[in-house]
């Protein structure tokens, strides 16, 4: 499948083998590499793909060339290149290498955002701010996110009121999404649910919810669908289920891509993507990598009486009547 913009779909999903797949492998991939599977992604038909982080290439060097592929990238019809934003010098870089989306985001967790940016929770969100309004005066659109929303692995408990204050913050800039980030994966379902329902009540139509779920207790699907109940459309995911961030001790990947589609689609909801066409490039990252990943579907043999994209025939109101 060819990611076209005219395909309908209920929800997008954001690709981040590139980012936050990548961001803690020791190994490091050559920048055609980045290329193939940035490639390889948007044939299989992922429509927004973040394809790295303009963060200092001492402390992620796996990100030392987010500028170079973001140049290197065909613009197509349907896709969008994204990249992760952390502060003002990031976005000097990501406006050069013209980029036309950003995720620009903050800590929740003060222990996390000291050792991820090197300042605590009021003064991250204090200086981000101005760094959104100048990407957006530029014509980018701005993801706003916020990291470790539902839960630390330093601190625990993260108080919901932290969060919403955030992200009403952000709302007042005008953004059109904002994130949150279970960037520890500690959430549980209820929790995920419960606290977009109450940002969905603060911030109003307007501003779409999105969701970064990590897998780290093996509720990463079940945190997805409880965003599904809560009305939240768009998903972090990343092919094979690789990811983790630096920062945070004993960190694992995010939902992956392969096997959300795979349940959404499962479910009824649309999502443009061929999720068949993502199990070859798992392989492939399995082969760079010299291990297996954690994605399940990809490793699930095919049975024979499925067709390309489509394995069973589910009833396509059932997801989606059930998640409202």
């Given at each position: 499948?060819t990611?076209?913009a005219h395909?309908?779909?209920?929800?997008?999903?954001?690709?981040?083998?590139?980012r936050?797949?990548l961001q803690?492998e020791a190994?490091?991939?050559?920048?055609?590499?980045?290329?193939?599977?940035?490639q390889a992604?948007?044939?299989?038909?992922?429509?927004r793909i973040q394809?790295g982080?303009?963060?200092?290439?001492g402390r992620v060097?796996q990100?030392a060339?987010t500028?170079?592929?973001?140049?290197?990238?065909?613009?197509?019809?349907?896709?969008t290149?994204?990249?992760?934003?952390?502060n003002?010098?990031?976005?000097?870089?990501?406006?050069a290498?013209g980029?036309?989306?950003?995720?620009?985001s903050?800590?929740?967790s003060e222990?996390?955002?000291?050792?991820?940016?090197?300042?605590?929770?009021?003064?991250?969100v204090?200086?981000?701010?101005?760094?959104?309004e100048r990407?957006?005066?530029?014509?980018?659109?701005?993801?706003?996110?916020?990291q470790?929303?539902?839960?630390?692995?330093?601190?625990?408990y993260?108080?919901?009121?932290r969060?919403i204050?955030i992200a009403?913050s952000?709302?007042a800039?005008?953004?059109?999404e904002?994130n949150?980030?279970?960037?520890?994966g500690?959430?549980n379902p209820?929790q995920?649910?419960?606290l977009?329902?109450?940002l969905a009540?603060e911030?109003?139509?307007?501003?779409?919810?999105?969701l970064?779920?990590?897998?780290?207790r093996g509720?990463g699907?079940?945190?997805?669908?409880a965003?599904?109940?809560?009305?939240?459309?768009?998903?972090?995911a990343?092919l094979?289920?690789l990811?983790?961030?630096?920062?945070?001790?004993?960190?694992t990947?995010?939902i992956a891509?392969?096997d959300?589609?795979?349940?959404?689609?499962?479910?009824?909801?649309r999502?443009?993507?061929?999720w068949?066409a993502l199990r070859?490039?798992v392989?492939?990252?399995?082969?760079?990598?010299?291990r297996?990943l954690p994605?399940r579907?990809a490793h699930?043999p095919v049975?024979?009486?499925a067709?390309?994209?489509?394995v069973s025939e589910p009833?396509?109101?059932k997801?989606?009547?059930a998640a409202?």
């Amino acid at each position: 499948m060819t990611a076209n913009a005219h395909i309908p779909v209920d929800v997008l999903i954001e690709d981040e083998f590139l980012r936050d797949g990548l961001q803690n492998e020791a190994r490091l991939f050559t920048l055609e590499e980045k290329v193939e599977f940035a490639q390889a992604l948007a044939r299989a038909g992922l429509r927004r793909i973040q394809i790295g982080s303009f963060v200092h290439p001492g402390r992620v060097p796996q990100m030392a060339d987010t500028d170079a592929l973001a140049r290197r990238l065909e613009r197509l019809e349907g896709v969008t290149w994204t990249a992760l934003v952390l502060n003002a010098t990031g976005l000097d870089r990501a406006l050069a290498a013209g980029l036309p989306h950003l995720s620009i985001s903050v800590s929740a967790s003060e222990s996390h955002s000291r050792r991820n940016a090197n300042r605590g929770v009021e003064e991250g969100v204090r200086r981000i701010l101005p760094v959104i309004e100048r990407a957006r005066a530029t014509g980018v659109r701005v993801r706003a996110g916020i990291q470790c929303a539902l839960g630390c692995a330093f601190e625990g408990y993260i108080p919901p009121d932290r969060v919403i204050a955030i992200a009403r913050s952000f709302a007042a800039l005008d953004v059109e999404e904002i994130n949150i980030a279970d960037t520890a994966g500690l959430a549980n379902p209820v929790q995920v649910e419960s606290l977009c329902r109450a940002l969905a009540e603060e911030l109003g139509p307007k501003v779409a919810l999105s969701l970064h779920l990590h897998d780290t207790r093996g509720l990463g699907i079940a945190n997805l669908v409880a965003g599904l109940r809560a009305g939240v459309r768009i998903f972090d995911a990343a092919l094979g289920g690789l990811g983790g961030c630096p920062f945070v001790p004993d960190a694992t990947g995010n939902i992956a891509t392969e096997d959300a589609v795979f349940a959404l689609e499962e479910m009824g909801w649309r999502t443009g993507i061929d999720w068949q066409a993502l199990r070859p490039l798992v392989g492939r990252a399995e082969s760079l990598l010299g291990r297996g990943l954690p994605g399940r579907i990809a490793h699930v043999p095919v049975p024979p009486w499925a067709r390309p994209g489509d394995v069973s025939e589910p009833d396509p109101g059932k997801g989606r009547e059930a998640a409202r």
